[in-house]
């Protein structure tokens, strides 16, 4: 790779990481449009390296392009939104019904400490990362490798209504909040009590801010 094509490289993952951060911190709304204009500015960088990104953006799921009218965040319907809630239900709640007794909680563990250090240094894109890791450990601690893959793949789908969700928690709750249902679902799976793991289950608020 000559220096030229490491140069413009780099100008493609520089755009990719800060794109992507504006995106899963929940700064831009699903629906909203990225104009290349004001993108080439707000980066730095040229048209290539910045349409080099967005290719890479739709490929996981994070852009749309629309014809005649540029891209845009990516967007789902209300009804897809509803139908992937439900779907991530069902696969925690089979997850928590078929998990095995005491199971090692230490992944579980450091992903709840990175969600408090994230809380505390107000990074929402490790807070939204952490918290998807976390649930995804939740789900794997079933041992079912297909499961946990089948979820993470829900999760990918839906992350940027996450995202959202947790911009309009951190807009109307304490930013303990978050740290602290994350903290009672901890408690409840140590306990290895599967009913009080669905009992918390049940009232974590996933969607609590979505509309």
Do not use: C, W
Not at 68 to 73: E, Q
Not at 127 to 153: I, K, P
Not at 193 to 200: Q, R, T
Request: net charge negative; charged share 30%.
């Amino acid at each position: 790779m000559s220096d030229g094509e490491l140069e413009t490289y780099s100008l493609v993952e520089l755009a990719v990481d800060r794109l992507r951060r504006d995106i899963l911190s929940g700064r831009t709304d699903p629906g909203e449009r990225l104009v290349e204009e004001q993108l080439t500015r707000r980066l730095g960088i040229s048209r290539a390296p910045l349409r080099e990104a967005m290719r890479l953006l739709a490929e996981q799921g994070l852009v749309e392009h629309i014809p005649r009218r540029g891209a845009r965040v990516a967007t789902l319907s209300d009804e897809d939104v509803r139908e992937l809630y439900e779907v991530r239900d069902v696969l925690e709640r089979h997850a928590v019904s078929t998990m095995p007794p005491a199971p090692d909680l230490s992944r579980l563990r450091v992903a709840l400490d990175t969600i408090r250090k994230a809380t505390e240094a107000d990074d929402r894109l490790e807070l939204a990362n952490a918290h998807r890791r976390f649930h995804a450990e939740v789900v794997a601690l079933s041992g079912n490798r297909q499961l946990t893959g089948l979820y993470e793949s829900i999760l990918v789908r839906i992350q940027l209504y996450m995202a959202v969700n947790m911009r309009r928690e951190a807009e109307t709750a304490a930013p303990a909040d978050g740290v602290q249902r994350h903290e009672r679902l901890f408690a409840a799976i140590e306990s290895d009590d599967h009913s009080e793991i669905l009992a918390v289950l049940s009232t974590h608020g996933a969607r609590t801010y979505l509309s």
